[in-house]
């Protein structure tokens, strides 16, 4: 038992005992939607109100709304594909950039890295060279060091024989002069 369609009675909860054929499935479909569509949250009074009465439609009489409801599930298909497509690539553009500004930082930190390393060796051979001449420096002075030393004993060891010998010489000249004069004096 069903009641009115107008409302009076309380709330339907099921269509009236019409049964549908093909040609008027859907607008009882769409005005039942609207039937106090403010009044209930979706639940499953509309699969109840449907029960025993929904079969498959095999004839034509429903094809133009059906062809108008593909044409449209294709389009938004369609449309939906699109914006897939957009979104990926915007993502491989921005996943594109991102690896590009990755190398562009990575080559410029090598390029920092290289000028650095050649300041580097710059500060070490300037470094070296320095030791280099320094120790020229400190080896030509320590040489000239030693040489004067050993020179400054020569002349000291060359001036203790020549007094060595000119005291030697002249304690000999003088026995000499001694004995020769003891000789004059003893006669023959």
Not at 66 to 74: D, G
Not at 80 to 100: I, N, T
Request: proline share 3%; with cysteine.
């Amino acid at each position: 038992m069903s009641r009115n369609q107008d409302g009076s009675g309380g709330p339907t909860t099921r269509l009236p005992d019409i049964y549908a054929s093909p040609g008027n499935v859907g607008v009882q479909i769409d005005s039942y939607r609207t039937k106090d569509l403010f009044n209930r949250p979706r639940s499953n009074k509309f699969t109840t109100a449907f029960q025993g009465h929904m079969y498959e439609d095999h004839t034509l009489k429903n094809a133009k709304r059906m062809l108008a409801r593909e044409l449209q599930r294709c389009v938004k298909r369609e449309d939906d594909q699109r914006v897939k497509k957009l979104a990926e690539y915007q993502m491989q553009r921005l996943e594109a950039k991102v690896q590009l500004d990755e190398r562009r930082k990575h080559r410029e930190y090598l390029r920092r890295q290289r000028a650095w390393e050649r300041e580097q060796a710059m500060k070490a051979a300037s470094q070296l060279a320095l030791e280099h001449s320094s120790a020229v420096q400190i080896q030509a002075r320590h040489r000239g060091w030693r040489v004067r030393r050993a020179l400054a004993r020569q002349t000291e060891a060359a001036t203790a024989i020549q007094s060595n010998l000119r005291r030697y010489r002249a304690q000999h000249q003088y026995t000499r002069q001694k004995l020769a004069h003891r000789d004059l004096q003893v006669g023959p």
